[in-house]
């Protein structure tokens, strides 16, 4: 289906607000969703709705809980997020990073006991609007295998850059497993094969293959090692700053898709001289479109352009979701 | 060969002071570069001295000069490294991290005009010794293609981040290709196969021939299009941030091995309270080493503890150099 950014945005908003949500947190829940929506992340946008729904109803998500200041010195803060909901203590914590950056140059909060913020770039796209460097991650529940194992004892960690450019920003938004769980199953299910190798299936042999990769979960972290040690460092620092709990302590929570929770995050804010910003990204993105395709005519694009693209088209044409997901949401009661 | 620590430290120091360096400047290079030979990590020691040499008698690096500060606000901090020698002004500058994060609690400073830091992990491992979170990168001169281009228009811009833990630490260090360029060297003149696809071949088709990729040049990004996304924001901060060169930029300083200079880089560190961060650390490794490992009785590493073996048996044992690279440096005058 077809649908006007405004009016999902209304739509989500009366939802969250029947299940109990406040007036601003149902606002700012809904905005974030939309505008995920809008710039084409569904699967981190509406596809996730109706699992948030379940969450609040479950008392897992304490939807007008936010989050609150622990403790912190300067430009260091930690904060706790009562298990609010996951996009508005996102936002607050990056809002109060960029606040600390703007007195003291370079600002960090360090956030426990919080939720899924649906899509990091939001929360990069925050701090570049506002013209600071954006750097932000969060801990997930045990589902990818460290390098050298077959369990899924590490989390894909979930990392974002952003900077502002000119009168709008680039970002790069990214698990550290190639491949989400979501992207497999919607391959698995389209009977297609994924477009690099994704995961090993049951014989421990690297394929392209979702539903082997499924059975398996044994998901690739990108880079192999490297993805694998990022992600290993990532939860150590999130988990140590934030005293929040780490990947393993996430697990034992539960497995069921609402058991992901109580998750730590990180929030960054550097504020960029806007004019050295610029021109060094302008040289950067002019020396990459000018450089050779590897496929002919096949355009070159800089991180987050296609979600830029995508935001202009349905800005104007409404937003296409999947009817799948839409049904979901319109049965959820 | 084997050497013993000290004696290789004395004849690099000596070397180097025979090259014009002050005494200071002599006992910290060679000091960082038998570090990472007594981890190991020739390719980022001993293996780079011939080079340094060149770059020295050639005035690329200016060997006695060192970072000043050229402005900073707080906790974050520009600096300019006088395009003197890279590891010596990596390790001036994450100190000051450093003690910018003791007044504020994060730190940051942003440094341009410097050379090769060798190896990232060891300012990672600087910060982590004193108690600190690590974060810092490098820019690099262009050699990785961008994810949808044939030609290297973008950096392997190597990351590293890094705990405290316990009485030692924990350091994830990597460049955001698959291999470098000396790895895939060093297996081609072996004959070997890279473990992992390393690159593409003339057909633009993945391979893990280390010959064909060096042909090329096509070498692969981590993840993909994940790893490109990362190195060219990566770039787009460091150079926005310090006001250096980015990497269309270093590139154009030419493109023989001791053109590499004028880098930039970032570094960052955060006070950690050891007690929170020692905890969660544990965790995360007891979670991951009673995992079930991918190849039966194949031990599971945490990042770096390779490295850590390696350094407490060459420290007993003497470190285990490369002919070819020892001889190279015998005979450099």
Redesign the interface.
Known sequence: MIIKYEELKAILREKLIKLGADENTAEITATIISENDLDGITSHGTGRFVRICEMIKLGKIKINNTAVKVS??????IWDGQTGPGPVNAQICMNRAMEL?E??????VALRNTNHWLRGATYGIQAAKKGF?G?CWTNTT?NM???????A??GNNP?V???PYKDSY???D?A?A?FSYGALGKAASNGKQMP??GGYDSE?K?TTEPSEILKTRRVLP???W??S??S??????V???S?GL????I?ELGSSTTDERNLSQIF?A????RK??DS??E??I???KN?????EN??????GEQSLKRQKIQSVEGIIIDDSIWNGIENRK
């Open positions: 912190g010195k300067g430009s260091l803060e950056s007195s003291y140059g370079i600002g960090c460097v750097i045990p295998p460290a390098w050298g194992t077959k369990e004892c590490t990392i850059f952003s900077v680039i970002v790069m990214g550290l190639q690099v190798d421990g690297l990108i880079g192999f490297k993805g040690g990022i290993i460092l990532l939860d150590m620092i988990s140590g700053l005293g780490c990947v393993p302590e697990g960054i550097i504020k960029a001289d050295t910003m060094k990204a040289s950067i002019s020396f990459i450089s050779e395709p590897a496929e096949s355009p070159v694009y800089i991180p």
